[in-house]
């Protein structure tokens, strides 16, 4: 370049390459996971560099893609898929990725001259002193948070769990454990497949009957050594009988063992749909000293909030409404666990948002700007968010990948 003999676009420049084993990527191509492109390749690398010179970073290079399916006959393929959860999912990754600091994105400083890549302008102004006010108020509630608090997930519209962690989008948690190295909590909003099956016999009639208690993943972390369950109970009968020990305050959550439980519902103390039952832990690393870590953490950046102790019976009772998860109540399940997320809101905190009216924008009247939307659609983040974790749970909790977004 200096002896004027190329030109900067003459060039590419990579970050990290892809890889394939012996016989791999034939294998892709023969399940049609890839199309060969039939052209030569100076042909297509300089359409490549064509496009990339105005190509903006959130559009993931969907554009490109499509091109190039249709030069090779493949148009109709591409507009079957176009604009479905999975060319969503890939520009919100772009966004995070590929797209700068300036511009709202997570990837270092922006060495390309602004027209290359739009920025948003509210997005590159600085901490604004209602930024400041949240931090501040982030931080004092970080410091409520112990053993027997209740959180929930952000409220943000751009969830933090949208591409990682989708088991903690609208999640609801209970701290168990807080030392020097952790945080422990338990999700309390995804009932799995799986659940404990007990027999109750009315006692006038003694007719007997099973029921089904769902039992919970909490987590991915299990304690070496412990029973696997943990049941929960937020009844005041119950604790005035002494059925387990508090989490926290006394009249809080409570946790026992499965024959307390059963005990208790002998008596005729509870009934079986008082119990939450736990599988599984989420556990949250402190890192280091001097800052707020673990859930702590969390809730200084925005990532959960405490719930109000005065709202802790709402988010119990609506949990208690969910069934052992299957395929005819995945959305159902769903649709409760996010009414439980929302009963732990405080007042006025994030009320039900009123959709706003689209502007017009470049190329197909979306509003490319509008950081409420995901880049050149008329779909709202927090909705992708809400798929994204219905996806999760179809595939890992109920073994049916199909059934998600």
Request: aromatic content about 6%.
């Amino acid at each position: 370049v200096k002896k004027k003999k190329a030109q900067p676009s003459d060039f590419w420049c990579f970050a990290g390459y892809a890889g394939w084993g012996p016989k791999q990527l034939m294998g892709e191509l023969n399940r049609k996971s890839w199309y060969m492109c039939a052209t030569d390749s100076q042909t297509l690398l300089k359409e490549l560099a064509n496009q990339s010179a105005v190509a903006d970073p959130r559009d993931a290079g969907l554009d490109t893609w499509e091109l190039l399916m249709t030069m090779i006959g493949r148009g109709e393929t591409s507009e079957e898929s176009s604009g479905d959860f999975e060319d969503l999912m890939l520009k919100e990754w772009a966004r995070e990725r590929l797209l700068s600091v300036e511009a709202g994105g997570n990837a270092g400083i922006r060495l390309q001259p602004a027209e290359v890549a739009s920025t948003n302008a509210a997005l590159v102004q600085g901490e604004t002193l209602d930024d400041l006010m949240k931090q501040v108020k982030a931080s004092v509630k970080a410091d409520k948070v112990k053993v027997g608090t209740v959180l929930r997930a952000s409220a943000a519209e751009r969830s933090p769990y949208l591409l990682d962690n989708q088991e903690y989008h609208k999640s609801i948690i209970l701290m168990i454990a807080e030392d020097d190295n952790t945080s422990v909590g338990l999700i309390l909003n995804q009932p799995s497949s799986k659940g404990i099956e007990m027999e109750l016999v009315d006692k006038e009639t003694r007719e007997k009957r099973e029921v089904q208690v769902p039992v919970r993943f909490g987590g991915q972390y299990a304690i070496r050594g412990q029973t696997p369950l943990l049941w929960l109970h937020y009844s005041s009968t119950l604790r005035e009988a002494q059925v387990g020990s508090a989490v926290g305050e006394e009249d809080g959550i409570w946790k026992c063992m499965q024959d307390d439980a059963t005990s208790a519902i002998s008596a005729g103390l509870a009934k079986p749909s008082d119990f939450l039952i736990i599988s599984g832990l989420a556990v949250w690393i402190k890192a280091g000293k001097g800052s707020y870590q673990g859930m702590q953490g969390e809730v200084q950046r925005g990532n959960f909030e405490v719930v109000p102790e005065s709202k802790i019976s709402d988010v119990w009772d609506t949990l208690t409404s969910q069934e052992t998860l299957n395929k005819m109540n995945l959305i159902q399940n769903l649709s409760l666990g996010n009414k439980a997320w929302k009963a732990g809101r405080e007042k006025d905190a994030d009320k039900d948002k009123v959709e706003e009216a689209m502007t017009g924008g470049i190329g197909e009247n979306f509003d490319e700007e509008n950081d409420s939307l995901v880049f050149k659609s008329d779909v709202r983040v927090e909705k992708l968010s809400d798929d994204a974790l219905r996806s999760w749970v179809a595939t890992f909790l109920l073994g049916a990948p199909s059934l998600g977004a």
